[in-house]
């Protein structure tokens, strides 16, 4: 069953296009990954899909409920939650109430007690950490606060833009970990990555955005061996 429709999505800054005529979906409990070169537009659409960026023209639907004409907060109620690049975490403030912003929601907030368990779960370190200052974390622990406050959310569907951006090797591997055991819950998650192999050994299915245009799609070996995505990462000629 699909839990995220988008149909022929436009999106542009200014007179300049972002991204056309992108299509996608995501059913429940699969993991999804988007991939291309810098510059292909993966955060517009992860943005876009967050509500944080307009779209111009097309259809996000999500449980059959169009989204594209509702105000951006009104994205988390109907679902949905991002980890931005770069974690923008309010580092002045502690592990804890970056995490409980969160739980905004009406519905989440009735659950911050079980999501906030769930988080120190995921992320042992995390635990420890509660009362500290979110801006003196390492930035392997604060991408564990950044993807644990939208899992404060409880959303349906997780949106996840780098999320390795930075960390070091044995972070990345623990943070995939994470990130495997979360869709393994029963979230759907949409993972925008340059880790390509990770990325795809993660995911179900992927598609391959470049210069706004999704121009591949579908299992990870598909999509691993079109040409623009070897040219773009792997520096080989296309055939």
Same mark, same amino acid.
């Given at each position: 069953?699909?839990?995220?429709?988008?149909?022929?999505?436009?999106?542009?800054?200014?007179?300049?296009?972002?991204?056309?005529?992108?299509?996608?979906?995501?059913?429940?409990?699969?993991?999804?990954?988007?991939?291309?070169?810098?510059?292909?537009?993966?955060?517009?659409?992860?943005? *876009?899909? +967050? &509500?944080?960026?307009?779209?111009?023209?097309?259809?996000? @639907?999500?449980? /059959? %409920?169009? #989204?594209?004409?509702?105000?951006?907060?009104?994205?988390?109620?109907?679902?949905?939650?991002?980890?931005?690049?770069?974690?923008?975490?309010?580092?002045?403030?502690?592990?804890?109430?970056?995490?409980?912003?969160?739980?905004?929601?009406?519905?989440?907030?009735?659950?911050?007690?079980?999501?906030?368990?769930?988080?120190?779960?995921?992320?042992?370190?995390?635990?420890?950490?509660?009362? *500290?200052? +979110? &801006?003196?974390?390492?930035?392997?622990?604060?991408?564990? @606060?950044?993807? /644990? %406050?939208? #899992?404060?959310?409880?959303?349906?569907?997780?949106?996840?833009?780098?999320?390795?951006?930075?960390?070091?090797?044995?972070?990345?591997?623990?943070?995939?970990?994470?990130?495997?055991?979360?869709?393994?819950?029963?979230?759907?998650?949409?993972?925008?990555?340059?880790?390509?192999?990770?990325?795809?050994?993660?995911?179900?299915?992927?598609?391959?955005?470049?210069?706004?245009?999704?121009?591949?799609?579908?299992?990870?070996?598909?999509?691993?061996?079109?040409?623009?995505?070897?040219?773009?990462?792997?520096?080989?000629?296309?055939?």
């Amino acid at each position: 069953m699909r839990v995220l429709d988008v149909a022929d999505l436009d999106v542009a800054y200014g007179a300049a296009p972002a991204l056309w005529r992108v299509s996608l979906t995501l059913a429940a409990g699969e993991l999804v990954c988007v991939l291309g070169p810098n510059g292909a537009g993966k955060t517009t659409l992860i943005n *876009a899909l +967050a &509500g944080l960026h307009r779209a111009r023209a097309g259809r996000i @639907v999500m449980d /059959g %409920r169009e #989204l594209t004409t509702l105000a951006a907060h009104r994205y988390c109620e109907a679902g949905i939650a991002i980890v931005p690049e770069g974690r923008r975490l309010f580092t002045r403030m502690t592990v804890r109430e970056n995490l409980e912003i969160g739980s905004y929601a009406r519905s989440a907030r009735a659950a911050r007690g079980r999501s906030l368990e769930r988080v120190c779960t995921l992320f042992p370190a995390v635990r420890d950490k509660l009362d *500290a200052q +979110a &801006g003196a974390l390492s930035g392997g622990q604060q991408q564990m @606060v950044a993807i /644990g %406050r939208a #899992l404060m959310a409880q959303p349906k569907v997780l949106l996840l833009d780098e999320p390795s951006l930075g960390l070091s090797p044995i972070m990345v591997q623990a943070m995939f970990g994470a990130i495997r055991d979360v869709n393994a819950s029963g979230t759907s998650v949409l993972l925008v990555e340059q880790n390509v192999a990770m990325a795809l050994d993660l995911a179900d299915r992927a598609y391959l955005l470049e210069e706004g245009r999704i121009v591949s799609q579908g299992t990870p070996d598909a999509v691993l061996a079109h040409p623009s995505l070897r040219r773009a990462y792997l520096g080989a000629a296309a055939e």
